[in-house]
């Protein structure tokens, strides 16, 4: 046999209709939860732009196969073995095939067991001798089988291949032509404004930082010793909950001042929060003459997702905020910054081949460098501010900065590196997401994690504590560099969208779960020329932190607001006690949809309720006595149990109704419309 009868074309062709259907797969798979937040329409300009780039992968691996083949191919020759192209086709299949089933029936039989390496070696040697087996029984239908198939898959190709054509003009009118909108300024260009007497509002949000782990509010840690400090002169909120347990809802809350059920943005891609372009907080900001600044490096957070951009007058990508760190990468990386420079304003699920759970997501994991060292410094972030800062905008300036750290991976740098924890197990990205994508496969299904995973996750929370020591530093380092520049008449506010879960058996945070982890946020407000510190125990809510950035700008705080406003409590003054809420409906659809899955907690008074809709499960725990709400109350306090839960079954049945009657209205507008 000679060279030419390893045609790349034939290999091409194949190794196209494969991954074809492969994404074609992914893509019905994928359909029921994309439809949860996002139209058909926007769904198809995903698939077309992952078909794209997708085919562009299946040509570049071609080449690689192409060439083993030709190598395989002359050494048979060499010493004389009659092994034909067709032979190392089926082979090559037979091994794919076999590998598939086994990693197949490995995730359906045993799900929860662990596969020691040795295992692993083991099915991939029985896969490779099975494989040339059953290839020897057949080799004298290896060419009739070769023959059939290129003829099978012809109409395939020429369908998938049209497709693609038809996604370019597709994707590039999303991508170049589609409109945009034009207010928010991509570099870091200052424009004048009215000048004002009003006070300038800095409002730092770090993600995933959880109160409880921080010294300020007691850990046994010293983790915040800047914060501490710097808390001494200003005003501490030691009660604050979180509208939710994960970004994308949580920050909707923070920007609008709505509950979830009300702006019903549910899940981590988003959608808009409702009449997110006119009820924001920047928005009513905008119209009273603030310049609005928003540097969020969580790209599920960003101002776009949250259908803000308009009323921030700078709001550069968050890919300009971090660091390239490896070429691959879900989070952060090379080729992930490109694809959202290019498209993750306009396209949904723009990483969709970097994804955790895709094929190519986990093959490029193999192969990527490992990253030791957090990959979005707040550095980047505070330093970015410092230099519109010294642009000197005129008038009043409101500026939110979202900071990714403490939220994993955990990977501080020297010197915070080790010092709660000197091991350097789980000391890198890969290593952490593994653990964190095992306690996924509990999460979801409302179950805790193997007691065999504790000792990891224990790990992992000196890792975070270490994390938060880091942000510490650097935001000691940011407000030195603030004074000098003796910026007056500003107010500073340090909150966190949410927290983050080492106990209960639940890592992390989304899902079902409400402890007080996930949900207990810090909430630090330090006024111009405050010199004496107060500290407030009411129980407070993430939406009220809107509210009050309204008042303090002396701006009228609006009826569609949820929250209110705290500058009372700040002047010394009452406020009557009112019941807290934080919720997730991650597995209800948005917009126009009841909710009918999920989980709300409730806080009044010493109590907490938490309620699973779904399990129509009640947990009740007296924060006061048990503050790590290991004793449930529902069987021995269920007067208290009863009371809570029929404030938040009238709640939700309340805003079920607002739900309804909003789809009714937008239903016959279009009707009218048409």
Same mark, same amino acid.
């Given at each position: 046999?000679?060279?030419?009868?390893?045609?790349?074309? +034939?290999?091409?062709? *194949?190794?196209?209709?494969?991954?074809?259907?492969?994404?074609?797969?992914?893509?019905?798979?994928?359909w029921?939860?994309?439809?949860?937040?996002?139209?058909?329409?926007?769904?198809?300009?995903?698939? $077309?732009?992952? %078909?794209? &780039?997708? %085919? %562009?992968?299946?040509?570049?691996?071609? !080449?690689?196969?192409w *060439?083993? @083949?030709?190598?395989?191919?002359?050494?048979?020759?060499?010493f004389?073995?009659?092994? $034909?192209?067709?032979?190392?086709?089926?082979?090559t299949?037979?091994?794919?095939?076999f590998?598939?089933?086994?990693?197949?029936?490995?995730?359906?039989?045993?799900?929860?067991?662990?596969?020691?390496?040795?295992?692993?070696?083991?099915?991939? @040697?029985?896969?490779?001798?099975?494989?040339?087996? !059953?290839?020897?029984?057949?080799?004298?239908?290896?060419? =009739?089988?070769?023959?059939?198939? +290129?003829?099978?898959?012809?109409?395939?190709?020429?369908?998938?291949?049209?497709?693609?054509?038809?996604?370019?003009?597709?994707?590039?009118?999303?991508?170049?032509?589609?409109?945009?909108?034009?207010?928010?300024?991509k570099?870091?260009?200052?424009?004048?404004?009215?000048?004002?007497?009003?006070?300038?509002? !800095?409002?730092?949000?770090?993600?995933? &930082? $959880?109160?409880?782990?921080?010294?300020?509010y007691?850990? =046994?840690?010293?983790?915040?010793p800047?914060?501490?400090?710097?808390?001494?002169?200003?005003?501490?909120?030691?009660?604050?909950?979180?509208?939710?347990?994960?970004?994308?809802?949580?920050?909707?809350?923070?920007?609008?001042?709505?509950?979830?059920?009300?702006?019903?943005?549910?899940?981590?891609?988003?959608?808009?929060?409702?009449?997110?372009?006119?009820? #924001?907080?920047?928005?009513l900001?905008?119209?009273?003459?603030?310049?609005?600044?928003?540097l969020?490096?969580?790209?599920?957070?960003?101002?776009?997702?949250?259908?803000?951009?308009?009323?921030?007058?700078i709001?550069?990508?968050?890919?300009?905020? %971090?660091?390239?760190?490896?070429?691959?990468?879900?989070?952060?990386?090379?080729?992930?910054?490109?694809?959202?420079?290019? @498209?993750?304003?306009?396209?949904? /699920?723009?990483?969709?081949?970097?994804?955790?759970?895709?094929?190519? #997501?986990?093959?490029?994991?193999?192969?990527?460098?490992?990253?030791?060292?957090?990959?979005?410094?707040?550095?980047?972030?505070?330093?970015?501010?410092?230099?519109?800062?010294?642009?000197?905008?005129?008038?009043?300036?409101?500026?939110?900065?979202h900071?990714?750290?403490?939220?994993?991976?955990? &990977?501080?740098?020297?010197?915070h590196?080790?010092?709660?924890?000197?091991?350097?197990?789980?000391?890198?990205?890969?290593?952490?997401?593994?653990?964190?994508?095992?306690?996924?496969?509990?999460? @979801? =299904?409302?179950?805790?994690?193997?007691?065999?995973?504790?000792? #990891?996750?224990?790990?992992?929370?000196?890792?975070?504590?270490?994390?938060?020591?880091?942000?510490?530093?650097?935001?000691?380092?940011?407000?030195?560099?603030?004074?000098?520049?003796?910026?007056?008449?500003?107010?500073?506010?340090?909150?966190?969208?949410?927290?983050?879960?080492?106990?209960?058996?639940?890592?992390?945070?989304?899902?079902?779960?409400?402890?007080?982890?996930?949900?207990?946020?810090?909430?630090?407000?330090?006024?111009?020329?405050?010199?004496?510190?107060?500290?407030?125990? +009411?129980?407070?809510?993430?939406?009220?932190?809107?509210?009050?950035?309204?008042?303090?700008?002396?701006?009228?705080?609006?009826?569609?607001?949820?929250?209110?406003?705290?500058?009372?409590?700040?002047?010394?003054?009452?406020?009557?006690?009112?019941?807290?809420?934080?919720?997730?409906?991650q597995?209800?659809?948005?917009?126009?949809? =009841?909710?009918?899955?999920? #989980?709300?907690?409730?806080?009044?008074?010493?109590?907490?309720?938490i309620?699973? /809709?779904?399990?129509?499960?009640?947990?009740?725990?007296?924060?006061?006595?048990?503050?790590?709400?290991?004793?449930?109350?529902?069987?021995?306090?269920?007067?208290?149990?009863?009371?809570?839960?029929?404030?938040?079954?009238?709640?939700?049945?309340?805003?079920?109704?607002?739900?309804?009657?909003?789809?009714?209205?937008h239903?016959?507008?279009?009707?009218?419309?048409?």
């Open positions: 046999m000679n060279d030419t009868r390893v045609p790349y074309w +034939q290999i091409a062709r *194949l190794i196209f209709v494969l991954f074809s259907l492969y994404l074609l797969g992914d893509a019905f798979y994928r029921d939860g994309f439809s949860y937040y996002a139209s058909f329409s926007e769904f198809l300009t995903t698939v $077309a732009l992952t %078909s794209i &780039l997708w %085919s %562009s992968v299946a040509m570049m691996a071609s !080449i690689p196969i *060439l083993s @083949f030709k190598i395989c191919n002359r050494l048979f020759r060499l004389r073995l009659e092994v $034909a192209f067709e032979h190392l086709l089926i082979y299949g037979l091994c794919i095939l590998g598939f089933l086994a990693w197949r029936g490995k995730k359906y039989f045993l799900p929860d067991v662990h596969t020691a390496i040795q295992v692993k070696y083991a099915v991939f @040697f029985c896969t490779a001798v099975g494989s040339a087996y !059953i290839t020897w029984l057949l080799r004298s239908k290896a060419v =009739q089988w070769t023959i059939t198939i +290129q003829y099978r898959i012809t109409p395939l190709v020429w369908l998938f291949g049209i497709f693609v054509i038809l996604s370019v003009p597709l994707v590039s009118y999303h991508a170049w032509f589609k409109g945009t909108d034009e207010a928010v300024l570099g870091t260009a200052v424009t004048a404004v009215t000048e004002r007497n009003n006070p300038n509002i !800095i409002l730092v949000t770090f993600d995933a &930082l $959880a109160a409880r782990n921080m010294s300020l007691g850990y =046994q840690r010293d983790t915040t800047f914060i501490r400090e710097w808390a001494k002169t200003a005003t501490v909120f030691t009660n604050t909950e979180a509208a939710s347990n994960f970004t994308t809802p949580s920050v909707a809350s923070l920007m609008t001042g709505k509950r979830v059920w009300t702006h019903q943005t549910y899940h981590i891609e988003g959608t808009r929060p409702i009449r997110s372009d006119t009820e #924001s907080l920047p928005f900001l905008k119209r009273d003459d603030y310049f609005n600044i928003a969020v490096v969580n790209p599920f957070a960003s101002v776009e997702t949250l259908g803000m951009s308009g009323s921030f007058d709001a550069p990508l968050a890919t300009e905020l %971090s660091a390239s760190a490896s070429l691959f990468g879900w989070k952060f990386g090379v080729v992930d910054k490109m694809l959202y420079r290019a @498209f993750g304003e306009k396209v949904r /699920l723009h990483n969709w081949i970097l994804m955790n759970e895709f094929i190519f #997501s986990r093959f490029l994991n193999l192969i990527s460098r490992n990253i030791s060292q957090t990959t979005v410094p707040p550095d980047k972030v505070f330093d970015r501010f410092l230099d519109i800062i010294d642009k000197k905008p005129e008038g009043p300036f409101f500026a939110w900065i900071v990714f750290p403490p939220h994993d991976p955990y &990977l501080p740098p020297k010197p590196k080790g010092e709660f924890n000197p091991s350097l197990e789980l000391r890198t990205y890969k290593s952490q997401e593994k653990v964190i994508e095992e306690s996924y496969k509990y999460l @979801f =299904q409302y179950r805790r994690y193997s007691e065999e995973m504790q000792p #990891s996750v224990d790990l992992m929370k000196d890792y975070y504590d270490e994390s938060i020591k880091y942000i510490d530093k650097k935001f000691d380092n940011f407000i030195q560099e603030l004074n000098k520049r003796k910026i007056e008449d500003t107010v500073i506010i340090l909150s966190a969208d949410h927290g983050e879960s080492f106990e209960h058996g639940y890592f992390t945070h989304g899902g079902p779960f409400l402890y007080e982890q996930v949900t207990h946020i810090p909430l630090i407000v330090k006024e111009p020329g405050q010199t004496e510190g107060r500290t407030i125990d +009411q129980h407070v809510e993430q939406i009220d932190i809107p509210a009050t950035v309204l008042q303090l700008a002396d701006v009228p705080v609006p009826s569609w607001m949820e929250g209110r406003s705290l500058v009372p409590l700040l002047r010394g003054e009452k406020l009557t006690s009112k019941p807290v809420y934080s919720m997730n409906f597995d209800n659809r948005s917009r126009g949809h =009841q909710v009918t899955k999920g #989980s709300i907690a409730l806080w009044e008074g010493d109590y907490k309720l309620y699973y /809709l779904e399990k129509n499960e009640s947990l009740l725990f007296n924060l006061i006595n048990d503050p790590d709400e290991l004793d449930n109350l529902i069987d021995k306090e269920p007067g208290i149990g009863q009371h809570l839960l029929s404030l938040i079954l009238d709640n939700l049945k309340k805003a079920n109704k607002r739900i309804k009657m909003q789809r009714e209205d239903i016959m507008s279009f009707n009218e419309a048409r």
